[in-house]
């Protein structure tokens, strides 16, 4: 059976895709909402549930040692985001007489950002209190 220790590699890994599928994630929803103004009215649910959705993935693949590497995640967004906005203008070309376009690009990287924090702070609180929980639990056990 494979070893499940994590290592600053794997680590790393989760960081980088992690942050590709938020800026894949973002800008699927800026299209999302340039085609649909009227979901831009619920940008605030959009939010919550973007938090939950990226409070996840930092309980689960950071409770090592190896735990501050989560932080990197939104500057690693922020090289993809830029890298796909490029990539997505090119494969799906907006039309030329909307200038709003750009500000609601803006809009929406600021709730993914703000998702984001959110998620990755919530995800190391949980992180921080299960692992004092369990070490609580277990200085129970050593003296019963």
């Known amino acids: 059976m494979r070893n499940k220790?994590?290592?600053a590699k794997s680590s790393l890994i989760w960081v980088i895709l992690l942050s590709a599928l938020y800026a894949i994630i973002g800008e699927i929803i800026f299209l999302l909402?340039?085609?649909h103004d009227y979901l831009l009215k619920h940008d605030e649910s959009f939010m919550i549930l973007l938090s939950i959705i990226y409070i996840i993935p930092v309980v689960l693949y950071f409770r090592s040692r190896y735990w501050y590497y989560s932080l990197f995640i939104l500057l690693f967004y922020i090289v993809f985001s830029i890298v796909f906005l490029f990539l997505f203008s090119a494969l799906f070309p907006l039309p030329d007489d909307n200038p709003a376009g750009?500000?609601?690009a803006i809009i929406?990287?600021?709730i993914n950002i703000i998702s984001i924090v959110i998620g990755?702070?919530?995800?190391l609180l949980i992180n921080?209190?299960?692992y004092y929980w369990l070490k609580l639990d277990d200085a129970k056990e050593i003296n019963d």
């Open 5 to 7: 220790t994590k290592t």
């Open 33 to 35: 909402f340039y085609y």
């Open 102 to 104: 750009g500000i609601l």
């Open 120 to 123: 990755v702070f919530f995800g």
């Open 108 to 110: 929406v990287h600021g």
């Open 128 to 130: 921080l209190s299960l």
